[in-house]
């Protein structure tokens, strides 16, 4: 399918789209801050920018978009038909450098939880972010020694939630 904009519009529309304070990122934070927890946000020393930090749980949150980090089997993320070769470069190194940031985190001793925009639209809202603070817990058990036997984490040492599909 042709594209409905010209090269002109297309161009104000994606140079319009945010990189900070983005629609999913104010839901997860207004949220934490309901339940008590404080975060810093964009902080600049930690690899990868995370968009919320939690120092006392030594954990970093991405919330990140279906498109622009290339979420696979999602149906917000679709490759476009003009430009194909251009975007799906600019996407696999997205992904490249998140796998890349989140290792240099791990090594750094932070727990990284990754929340994808399309877990945040309101069917999925409500479990997506319970089981976000189910998992903070859980870190904070383990960072004080308690012994967890539910969750996991994966190859890049990034913590897994319940509402990952």
Not at 13 to 30: F, Q, Y
Not at 39 to 63: A, E, H, Q, S
Not at 123 to 139: D, F, G, S, V, W
Request: charged fraction near 30%; charge should be positive; aromatic fraction near 8%.
């Amino acid at each position: 399918m042709a594209d409905r904009m010209t090269r002109e519009q297309r161009h104000k529309c994606m140079a319009r789209i945010k990189g900070k304070d983005t629609k999913p990122e104010l839901i997860v934070r207004h949220y934490l801050h309901a339940q008590g927890y404080r975060y810093r946000i964009n902080v600049k020393r930690l690899p990868g920018t995370p968009d919320i930090v939690l120092r006392k749980y030594k954990t970093v949150i991405f919330i990140n978009g279906c498109f622009w980090h290339g979420h696979e089997g999602c149906k917000h993320f679709v490759m476009p038909n003009t430009n194909t070769e251009f975007w799906q470069k600019k996407i696999d190194r997205n992904k490249q450098r998140d796998i890349e940031k989140r290792v240099q985190l791990r090594h750094l001793g932070w727990h990284t939880i990754i929340i994808w925009e399309c877990e945040l639209k309101p069917k999925n809202r409500h479990t997506t972010l319970q089981a976000l603070e189910q998992t903070l817990n859980k870190i904070f058990l383990l960072n004080n020694g308690a012994k967890v036997t539910a969750g996991y984490s994966n190859e890049e040492g990034c913590i897994g939630m319940a509402a990952e599909e």
